[in-house]
């Protein structure tokens, strides 16, 4: 029959709190040529202006941080200008 034994490990705290957040966000500066998916198709163009505030475009409130950036990119072929965040930009 085995014997009792005592255990000797101690309990350590656990900290439960969320880890500070990673900023995963792409960061990209004005001039830089780039690619984003539109309702036509994949479109190319480069950045023309960074917004780091929220910005008032075509009707809409563009939500923009310093870590989360809005940048207006005009396209190579139709001189349109759009307005995305950095997660939906691929730089070329």
């Excluded at 984003?36 to 505030?53: D, F, L, M, P, Q």
């Excluded at 941080?65 to 965040?85: F, G, N, V």
Aim: proline share 3%; with cysteine.
């Amino acid at each position: 029959m085995r014997s009792k034994e005592r255990c000797t490990a101690k309990i350590t705290e656990v900290n439960y709190s969320r880890p500070e957040p990673v900023s995963m966000v792409k960061q990209f500066a004005v001039g830089d040529h780039v690619r984003w998916n539109s309702e036509a198709g994949y479109v190319e163009g480069v950045i023309v202006r960074k917004h780091t505030h929220d910005v008032k475009y075509k009707g809409y409130v563009h939500h923009a941080t310093e870590t989360d950036p809005q940048y207006e990119i005009k396209s190579d072929r139709t001189d349109h200008i759009a307005m995305h965040k950095g997660g939906a930009l691929t730089k070329l």
